[in-house]
């Protein structure tokens, strides 16, 4: 028994992180459904809810007046959420430019933010943004382009992470890095599970008004337009550009977009049923990425089990795995060893960070949210 735990185990590891990527590979060589793609100016209405943004609102501002779009096919909607720092004072300041509206609601979360900038919109398109990234100046104009197609409902743009300084750093924007390939291959076959948060577009016609205490506006609306029979498609010409974050931050982060995903699964139960035509993507890249926590456990629990040699084989294999994640704390960044440990600690902190959502789930929303901390740098 011990035996068939381990392997079904490490058999599923496997398949998560390296079998899925190459049936990726070899269901889009064999069938791929490109996207047409054309640039027709539509209206557009930009959502930019706010929480305490004070110190990125400006930036984001001037990065959203940048934008390469006809100006009078825009509407910019600032939603301050119960804001208590100088966020509204700035967005009242520009609000006094043509393009730009200023909402404040009472303290209720992005979701609420979201519904009450909805409400408001006028165009065609909704776009969707955070406070803290910039956009490259033609990214509206590439998510535009896409709804040439009349298959298309849904277009995520692609978060770049400026290069880090430390391998930490690094490490993280690998991860991001492969997620961005997995997302890329989903979209070249059919539609991705959601979007990218800080940057993403859908016709206004297909959302749907988000629940209270929605932790993942970007998958809740997505899924609702590929529920309307419409795809959700990533762009990776239209970029959003951003800072490192520190392994403290990106477990908050991750923890709370896996306890979105919990929620998600609430909202939309069809997910789990096999005859929809996304299963094989959502089951492989979502509901498996918060099962491998719970699987990781067995595994190790199951080596002890293992008959000789097999069981000294497993069980120093994973301590070599978990004792170089914890000695990464203490290596210094010069060391060469700093290239595997810095990963390896990595990969443990999300594993733990999806281990961590099952059970954070039920908290109260805003407990779940916490300012993110990144390093400044220049974009180059």
């Not at 016709?203 to 309307?228: E, V």
């Not at 995903?261 to 299963?279: K, M, S």
């Not at 902190?349 to 400044?376: D, G, H, I, S, Y």
Request: contains cysteine; positive net charge; glycine residues 6%.
């Amino acid at each position: 028994m011990p035996e068939t735990i381990f392997l079904v185990s490490i058999t599923f590891l496997l398949y998560t992180f390296a079998g899925y990527p190459a049936l990726l590979v070899l269901i889009s060589r064999a069938r791929s459904r490109p996207v047409w793609k054309r640039y027709e100016p539509r209206t557009v209405s930009i959502l930019l809810p706010v929480r305490n943004g004070e110190s990125w609102l400006r930036t984001k501002l001037d990065s959203l007046l940048s934008l390469r779009y006809p100006q009078e096919l825009l509407q910019i909607v600032v939603i301050s959420d119960g804001s208590t720092d100088g966020t509204d004072a700035c967005a009242m300041e520009y609000a006094s430019r043509r393009l730009i509206e200023f909402v404040r609601s009472p303290r209720g979360g992005k979701a609420l933010a979201l519904n009450l900038g909805m409400e408001k919109a006028r165009g065609d398109i909704l776009f969707f943004t955070d406070v803290r990234q910039e956009l490259d100046p033609e990214s509206l104009e590439k998510l535009v382009a896409c709804f040439a197609d009349p298959s298309v409902g849904v277009v995520s743009g692609e978060l770049s992470i400026r290069a880090g300084r430390t391998r930490e750093e690094a490490a993280i924007g690998l991860y991001w890095n492969y997620e961005k390939w997995l997302r890329k291959r989903e979209s070249q076959i059919g539609s991705v599970m959601g979007a990218t948060g800080c940057i993403y577009a859908m016709r206004r016609d297909l959302a749907a008004r988000l629940p209270a205490g929605t932790l993942a506006d970007d998958m809740f609306l997505p899924l609702a337009a590929l529920f309307q029979g419409y795809r959700v498609i990533f762009e990776n010409s239209a970029k959003a550009f951003d800072y490192p974050t520190a392994i403290e931050s990106e477990f908050r982060r991750k923890m709370r977009t896996q306890a979105g995903v919990y929620q998600i699964i609430g909202l939309y139960p069809r997910l789990l049923n096999p005859q929809n035509r996304d299963w094989l993507v959502f089951f492989s890249h979502k509901l498996a990425r918060l099962l491998c926590p719970f699987t990781l456990l067995l595994a190790a629990a199951a080596a002890f089990g293992l008959p000789a040699p097999w069981r000294s084989a497993a069980l120093t294999g994973q301590s070599l795995f978990y004792g170089l994640a914890l000695a990464d704390l203490w290596i210094p960044e010069s060391f060469h060893l700093k290239r595997l440990s810095a990963p390896a600690r990595s990969f443990v902190v999300l594993m733990a960070a999806a281990f961590c959502a099952a059970f954070v789930v039920l908290r109260p929303v805003e407990n779940l949210w916490k300012e993110t901390q990144v390093r400044f740098q220049s974009l180059l």
